[in-house]
């Protein structure tokens, strides 16, 4: 097939568009490449389309949706006073609303709490600025105490534990030193004038009750505060 | 609804080339495909076809009943397009000239005949399939090729008459 301008000019949509395979798509290109006429018309065409792909969606007008909902399902009503009023509360009436005033009220009865103010005896002038600062500054100071102390008798507790484990290790690993010595010289059933042996025992609650009598020598100590 | 909407409000803006006149005919659209929405099979294709037939439709009754787009020059008419704005990557001199390159084929797309027009736009403007074409121009295929393709060409012609290179 003889490729003409006429020809060219009708197929080139199917070219740009990719329409065109194998020997018609070389033949095409072959001509436009070389005819003075067809080169700018392919050229101009080509950058054409590219620009109308490139052109953005144009904006639609906000007012459009609103214009068109009139004029499809009529004009909305427009309510006043009390009905406006009721249309609110109704609006407000719903579970996801009652859940989120319910966590800001929570919200608030906390925060007001920790500031000083007493639900069972309020008072105005808690709510004074200057009062609400010093609550603050009391609160926070006790809060601060109370973690402190809280923390102090925590490792008193662990301090007791760690050594009465320490003490239970080392009665273990030492037996021998601790069970009483039973000569080959003495006779079964007869006695000497020493101390007589003390069983295994007896042994590890002496021990054991003389770490707590050092334990509760150091307590006070310890935690910053008599015990009685 | 605002995806439709959108697609509509695109095209009566490209074939008319003024705002309020295709707010009004997106206006006129939606009305008609309300009132005649049980007439709609999926026979017609998608329902976003459908909608675009519809259009289309408006959109040539409009042309005909007012004939005005026939004598009116678009090159006068300097209302700006507002056009979509993600396109946050590109220089602000390249936005500014496709902005103008745009509005200089928005107004010379309005001097093409209706039925080179309304190809050209659905085609590379509206981005659709030459069967989606065919169902919406309800013409043949052979039709929907040779008016994309002149309507192409013609719109080039144009835009070097108006001395405007598309880069």
Redo the contacts between chains.
Sequence with gaps: MTWTCDLI??????Y?DGLLEGAERSAFEAHASSCPDCAP?LA??R???????????????PR??Y??LD??LGPRETVTGWQAFLQVVRGMATPKFAYGAASVFATLVILVSSLGFSFRNPKLADLRPTNIYHNADRQAHLVYARSVKYVSDLRVVYEIQSRLRQDENNLQTTPEEVLPKSGPEKAPGQTDDRSPSQPRQQNRANEVSRQLELLAAELPLMSGRDIR | ??RH??RI??IC??FTGN?TE??DL??EV??RV?RTLGSYRSAHGGFATWVTSVTRNLLIDHYRRSKRDRVTDSLDDKMA???????AGRRPDEQAL?GE??LQ?QNALTKLSPELREA?ILR??Q?LEYAEIQTVLEVPEGTV??R??RG??E??RI??QMGV???
């Design positions: 000019e009708a197929r080139l949509s199917d740009l018309l101009s065409v950058s054409l389309v590219r620009e109308m792909h490139a052109m953005e969606e144009v904006e639609v007008p459009l949706v214009a068109i004029k499809t | 609804m605002r909407t959108r409000y695109g803006y490209r705002r295709a707010e997106a206006q939606y009305l309300y397009v507002v056009e979509n704005k993600e396109s496709l390159l745009s084929v050209v590379d403007l981005q090729k040779s994309i393709n192409r060409i719109l080039a835009l070097q290179r598309p880069a």
